[in-house]
């Protein structure tokens, strides 16, 4: 008995098979194929969706994107390995229709379409909503740390710049010394520097202090607190438990199959105050009034939580408890009970701070309030029953205050406060990692994207509109199957 053979690879074939035979119906290329036929290109925002009347053909806008969205499902973002992939993957061959694109024509549609690639997103985003895939009962907000284009040497905060400068000056004083000394000499050992190096690297430091000193000044014009080089948009932040240059990448994700409702590609280190708005944009694409939010205590801003209540967001966020006043019309005023573990909220409108007993407190003097924002009202606290600080004679609460918010007018009138509890519910707070924890989780390890590939924020949001754009069709795919996908297409 013998194995199993192959053809002959060498045998001549008259007629060759067909193309088509080699992908199945229910192939996930059939899906692409499907839904990116059935998009208005145009409408959306690509470009060159038409060709001109002169000149050399280009390549369809729709070909190229067929291209990518494949690429990001099967873990090839590379525009280098997707060329390839168009001369020997028999999938991208029947997608493709044997076409193979320079990998430059390739990268540069990625780089020229961000805009219409997030419409896109959004397309199928609102697609799937009308196949009942999304619950819009609950959602969960997160960020994730990107690595960008930009290496760690290639960024510089203040602190690292003074530091380099004046590990420079030292080296200066150092080989000056040793110009003087070697000055003194008639003649050096061989093994010691001439003169002439010496100066030569001397002349070297002071260009590269040069340098350096241009990007404090650099810092100082914009305000920024850091700059980086190969990326001007990246940050260096926290992530992993290591420090990167990288993007803040927020997701708004629905908990009935964990599809992703929205995403913002932010330099934010932190996450405080994205939350609001992101879930702003996710009830606006899934078109409902009121939603269920839960995010973890990253997003613990009492500013934000406050402004997504007004909103009409539900708002769960984890490790939150504490009470606060806001501003309250007057039939809602009511008897503000005592609370020792209450917060302030300041509303900047009035540059005024409400404190958990509904007393306002004002700036002090002007230094301080320009150098801390101190808030305090002394007679208010004295006769306070509370006695939420260690002193009775006031309360301090620092804000960050600019002097252009200081205002001695104050129109006290009409402002009426109520007090109500802030406590994200346990059990929702419970059900948030396993909605939004899985979405990245599979786009870093199954898909191979846990970096990106273009330079700056704008192409960067881009490269992610394709990342979750193949997330969503993958899961689209997996719960509904191919064939009725593509059937909602048509």
């Keep these: 008995m013998d194995f199993i053979r192959g053809e002959n690879r060498y045998q001549v074939v008259l007629l060759p098979d067909c193309v088509d035979d080699y992908v199945s119906e229910d192939s996930p290329v059939r899906v692409i194929e499907a839904y990116i036929n059935s998009l208005d290109l145009g409408a959306l925002g690509f470009n060159r969706t038409r060709p001109k009347d002169t000149g050399r053909p280009p390549y369809s806008p729709s070909d190229l994107l067929k291209l990518y969205v494949y690429g990001y499902m099967n873990r090839i973002r590379s525009s280098r390995r997707l060329e390839k992939e168009t001369k020997r993957n028999l999938e991208v061959i029947w997608l493709m229709q044997r076409l193979s694109p320079d990998h430059k024509t390739i ?100 260009e590269r202090k040069e340098v350096y000193q241009s990007y404090v000044d650099r810092l100082a014009e914009t305000g920024e607190t850091q700059i980086s080089l190969t990326d001007p948009e990246s940050r260096v932040m926290k992530g992993n438990g290591k420090m990167d240059v990288s993007y803040n990448v927020q997701s708004v994700v629905d908990s009935k199959h964990k599809l992703v409702a929205e995403f913002e590609v932010t330099n934010s280190a932190c996450d405080a105050n994205l939350m609001t708005p992101m879930v702003e944009k996710a009830k606006e694409i899934l078109e409902v009034e009121t939603i269920t939010a839960v995010a973890d205590n990253g997003y613990d801003s009492i500013q934000d939580i406050l402004a997504g209540m007004s909103q009409g967001i539900e708002v769960h966020v984890a490790g939150t408890d504490f009470d606060v006043c806001i501003p309250a019309s007057e039939d809602e005023r009511q008897e503000i009970t005592s609370h020792k573990d209450g917060r302030c909220v300041y509303l900047a409108d009035r540059n005024v701070v409400l404190c958990p007993m509904g007393q306002i407190l004002y700036p002090g003097s002007y230094k301080k309030a320009k150098r801390k924002g101190i808030f305090h009202n002394s007679r208010a606290c004295k006769l306070c029953a509370c006695k939420c600080t260690k002193e009775a004679r006031g309360r301090n609460f620092e804000v960050p205050m600019k002097q252009s918010d200081f205002t001695k007018e104050y129109d006290d009138a009409g402002l009426f406060v109520k007090q109500i509890r802030i406590a994200g519910d346990k059990e929702v707070v419970k059900k948030r990692k396993c909605i939004v924890e899985h979405p990245f989780g599979t786009i870093k390890r199954s898909m191979d994207a846990g970096y990106c590939l273009t330079k700056g924020i704008h192409k960067v949001r881009g490269e992610f509109a394709l990342t979750f754009l193949a997330y969503n069709l993958k899961r689209a795919i997996n719960i509904l199957g191919a064939k009725k996908l593509m059937d909602c297409f048509a």
Excluded: H
């Design 107 to 206: 990268a540069a549609f990625r780089q020229e379409n961000a805009t219409a690639l997030k419409n896109v997103f959004r397309d199928f985003v609102k697609l799937c909503g009308e196949l009942g895939l999304y619950g819009k009962e609950l959602v969960a907000v997160d960020g994730s740390k990107f690595k960008a284009v930009n290496a760690k040497d290639r960024n510089f905060t203040g602190k690292k710049l003074k530091e380099r400068i004046a590990r420079i000056d030292e080296s200066i004083e150092k080989y000056m010394q040793e110009l003087e000394e070697s000055d003194a000499q008639e003649s050096l050992a061989a093994t010691e520097k001439t003169a002439e190096e010496i100066a030569g690297i001397i002349k070297e430091l002071e």
